[in-house]
Structures are given as structure tokens and as C-alpha cells.
């Protein structure tokens, strides 16, 4: 079965930090860009960070830039974000996906072919 798994959410205060991993699994990702988005009630996905398929390469929305660091693991198959200085509206469904024709250089949720379930991150004051 081929997913994307997500885990590393949760609650967190202003200043936190919260790491976060998507697992992808069912296939080899090593060929594929992957990234977060993340999405709160009534509003659409947003980008958030991606990295290439070799993680040579990351983009970083402008909200995200300088907190948030977005890495593959040892595996390829993995992702990690370390968010840092976590702000209140970093609160949102956070959403780990995956696309082989842009190598991570687009913030469309529509070009990412492949999506995790979402893991919550709640920052409170």
C-alpha cells in the first residue's frame, strides 16, 4: 500500500519548537520531491516547505522562512521539518505530500500526487 504517514504534531506555545516526519512508504520516494502543506478549517491548502528529490534543494513559503527547516532523512523515504519559534497562527492541519515533475519547485497542492492522513499542531499563548 502505498501512503505517506505523518507524526511529530501536537500541542505546542508560542516560541516552541515541534518537529515533524512523514514517512512514505509502499514504493521508493527517493525519485520524488516531497513537502508540507497545511490547511486550517474554511481555508484552502497552503504551501509550506518542500524539498527536491536529492534535498539539495528547498523552497520555504514567505510565512514559514527562517523558523521552519524542511529536510530528507537517511532514507530518502522520509521527511523531516523542524519548526521553530512557532507562532499561534502556525496552528493547522499540517499535510505531507509527494510530485516528480517540478523536483519540489512548486506550491501547488494540485501538482503533489500523493498526500499523508495530516497531523495536528495547536500553538497556544
Known amino acids: 500500500q502505498i501512503e505517506l504517514v505523518e507524526s511529530g504534531g501536537g500541542p505546542a506555545q508560542v516560541g516552541d519548537s515541534l518537529k515533524l516526519s512523514c514517512e512514505g512508504s509502499?514504493?521508493?520516494?527517493?525519485?520524488?520531491?516531497m513537502g508540507w502543506f497545511r490547511q486550517t478549517p474554511g481555508k484552502e491548502r497552503e504551501f509550506v516547505a518542500s524539498v527536491s528529490w536529492n534535498g539539495a534543494t528547498t523552497y520555504y513559503s514567505d510565512s514559514v522562512q527562517g523558523r521552519f527547516t524542511i529536510s530528507r532523512g537517511d532514507t530518502r523515504n522520509t521527511i523531516l521539518m523542524e519548526m521553530n519559534n512557532l507562532k499561534l497562527e502556525d496552528t493547522a492541519t499540517y499535510y505531507c505530500a509527494a510530485e516528480r515533475w517540478y523536483d519540489g519547485n512548486t506550491r501547488r497542492a494540485s501538482d503533489y500526487n500523493y498526500w499523508g492522513q495530516g497531523t495536528q499542531v495547536t500553538v497556544s499563548s
Open positions: 509502499g514504493r521508493s520516494w527517493s525519485s520524488y520531491a
